[in-house]
């Protein structure tokens, strides 16, 4: 009997073609109703004698199928990997996947050009919070409460009676005071304002702070810390001008005015036809703020600016509507 049923199994095992079909062998055989199992099931009603030989040899039976099931899968897996292979076609000619590579937006890029500038030039670059108190974004900087820069129109106020910092002047009071003077130091971000926005204002834009705060600080060391930036961010000499302006946070104030880079001076849209872009407001940092910064003004001076990263970006790409800087848009940010 045991013959007949080994013959038996073996020819459906040898019969099996694909890995699927050897698995339903192995069930009906093996598997908790398989033919094998009922049989080893029965053992326990008969005598003690009948019952060990005829378990023996029910139980070497079983051996046997699982090792002709074994050899049997290794044959058939294999041949089920042979005619995959032969039904797919490789084409070694085709051309490959290139993959795409990311990209630095331009913000980015003048950034790094900058601090570069400045790194070599022993600047700290520091990194100041976008939510400000009222002091160290007004009065710290000396703009009294009733300036009109404090107009809500201009600034956006948190409902917990902070602010979003409108420029990145906060952090010159917060550098006194986290530095050792003499210090130097950059400060570049993000800054927000409450403006209708169109090609040349955005309500969301960057700038870069610059402070050097030591003893005998003159507007010279001003005037060449500032060409030595411009002549490293645009890699070509460039011709400024400078011009008296108003900040309460400086005395004297400066606007110091880039020859249009984009024009070269001879009158464009970016320039508004002038043939100079303002680009970077300036000064000597005024006693007060020193003051405010925990420093005695009449041992430590300093000068401050604060460049339009967002207009230095235009400038260096020749970008026509500032927009475009922060519009998410990634056809805009794969041709830097
Ligand atoms: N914080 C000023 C602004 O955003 C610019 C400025 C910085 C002016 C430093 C003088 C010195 O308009």
Redesign the pocket.
């Known amino acids: 009997m045991m013959d007949k049923l080994l013959q038996e199994a073996l020819e459906h095992i040898a019969n099996a073609s694909s890995t699927a079909t050897l698995k339903e062998v192995e069930v009906s055989w093996l598997g908790k109703k398989g033919r094998l199992t009922n049989l080893l099931k029965e053992l326990g009603s008969l005598a003690p004698d009948e019952r060990k030989a005829k378990g023996q040899a029910l139980n070497e039976l079983k051996r046997q199928i699982i090792e002709a099931i074994a050899n049997r899968e290794l044959a058939v897996v294999q041949a089920e990997l042979d005619a995959q292979a032969m039904g797919e076609r490789l084409d070694p000619t085709l051309p490959g996947f290139t993959p795409k590579a990311g990209r630095l937006h331009p913000l980015t890029l003048v950034i790094d050009s900058v601090e570069d500038v400045f790194e070599r030039m022993g600047f700290h670059i520091l990194d100041y919070p976008e939510a400000e108190t009222e002091f160290f974004n007004f009065d710290g900087l000396n703009i009294p409460a009733d300036h009109p820069a404090r107009d809500t129109q201009d600034t956006f106020y948190l409902t917990d009676g902070n602010l979003l910092r ?4 906060p952090g ?1 009071v917060r550098a006194m005071r986290d530095l050792k003077p003499p210090f130097r130091a950059i400060f570049p971000g993000r ?1 927000f304002r409450c403006e209708a926005t169109d090609a040349s204002h955005e309500h969301t834009f960057h ?1 870069v ?1 610059g402070l050097m705060i030591d003893r005998n600080v003159s507007v010279a060391h001003m005037l060449h810390s500032m060409m030595t930036l411009l002549t490293g961010v645009f890699g070509r000499q460039v011709q400024v001008r400078l011009r008296p ?1 108003f ?1 309460p ?2 005395e004297p ?1 400066f606007e110091l005015d880039l020859r249009c880079m984009v024009c070269d001076g001879a009158g464009c849209p970016v320039c508004k036809q002038s043939g100079w872009v303002e680009l970077l ?3 000597l940092v005024h006693p007060n703020v020193i003051r405010h910064g925990g420093l005695d003004p009449s041992e430590w001076e300093g000068w ?3 460049l339009g990263l967002s207009r230095l970006v235009m400038m260096r790409y020749q970008i026509d509507d500032i927009r475009w800087l922060l519009s998410g848009d990634l056809r805009f940010v794969r041709q830097f």
């Open positions: 409108t420029h990145t002047s010159q800054v700038q702070e302006g900040f946070f400086v104030g407001p300036c000064g401050a600016f604060g």
